[in-house]
């Protein structure tokens, strides 16, 4: 039997685009699928979405949280699928048989995360394609925020032993493939574009911060390439 998925979608004060997170999600193909919709207290008519659609999502709720992570630390508490995807608010899957291409294989059970390829777009623009490298392929691990979050599936299970950090504003997701990495479980590559990501978000748009929470996470804020690259950057952002 095919594994039970759950899509986690966080949103806040999102009635722009929230739409066609949920349209991408509940339009798979993929049947053994469960939704789960956390959104932040939104005043702005999200909701009113949210209900037209609440046939179609298994759990959804609306209150004030600490942040994104906080929000999708509640999302992994109410999920039961074997695999968790997050699908923020504005970002969709690339097409409707994503989840079928991924789980119609047999998965090994030392796999701890599943990723794909990513699409950004701006504004629902298409910018450009690129495909996701961990930070074991890179020299300067530091520089990006690892697997784009909405283009990754997390085992459930360590996804709940571990949770995630919300010391962290932008990399928490960096900091839990990390921890499963060190942990010794396999990361299984999908050669297929995932998911569609809005490139408009904080996370985007916070490269110092994004910076600065890396070398927490790897450890390196002494490491000489770190430094070197921190300088060029804060420079960089200075000039700009």
């Known amino acids: ?44 008519g999200t909701i009113d979405i949210i209900k037209n659609y609440q046939d179609q999502i298994s759990y959804w709720i609306s209150e004030s949280d600490e942040g994104i992570y906080d929000a999708m630390n509640k999302g992994i508490l109410q999920s039961n699928g074997r695999w968790i995807n997050f699908m923020n608010a504005g970002d969709t899957f690339s097409d409707t048989s994503v989840l079928e291409k991924i789980f119609f294989q047999e998965i090994s059970e030392n796999v701890g995360m599943i990723y794909g390829n990513t699409a950004l777009f701006k504004n629902g623009v298409f910018i450009e394609s690129f495909e996701n490298k961990p930070f ?98 804060w420079l960089k952002n200075k000039r700009q």
């Open 1 to 44: 039997m095919k594994p039970l998925i759950s899509v986690i979608t966080v949103s806040y004060n999102a009635v722009s685009v929230i739409e066609r997170t949920i349209l991408s999600v509940i339009g798979q193909s993929y049947l053994n699928l469960e939704y789960i919709i956390i959104d932040g207290g939104s005043v702005d």
């Open 136 to 233: 074991w392929l890179s020299h300067m691990p530091f520089r990006g925020k690892g697997i784009c979050h909405q283009s990754m599936f997390v085992k459930s299970d360590l996804a709940k032993r571990m949770m995630f950090d919300t010391s962290y504003r932008i990399c928490s997701d960096y900091d839990m493939c990390y921890k499963i990495y060190k942990k010794g479980y396999e990361f299984l590559f999908v050669d297929i574009v995932v998911s569609h990501y809005d490139v408009t978000g904080v996370s985007c748009n916070n490269p110092m911060l994004a910076l600065e929470e890396n070398s927490r996470i790897l450890k390196c804020r002494n490491n000489i390439l770190y430094m070197l690259f921190y300088f060029y950057c």
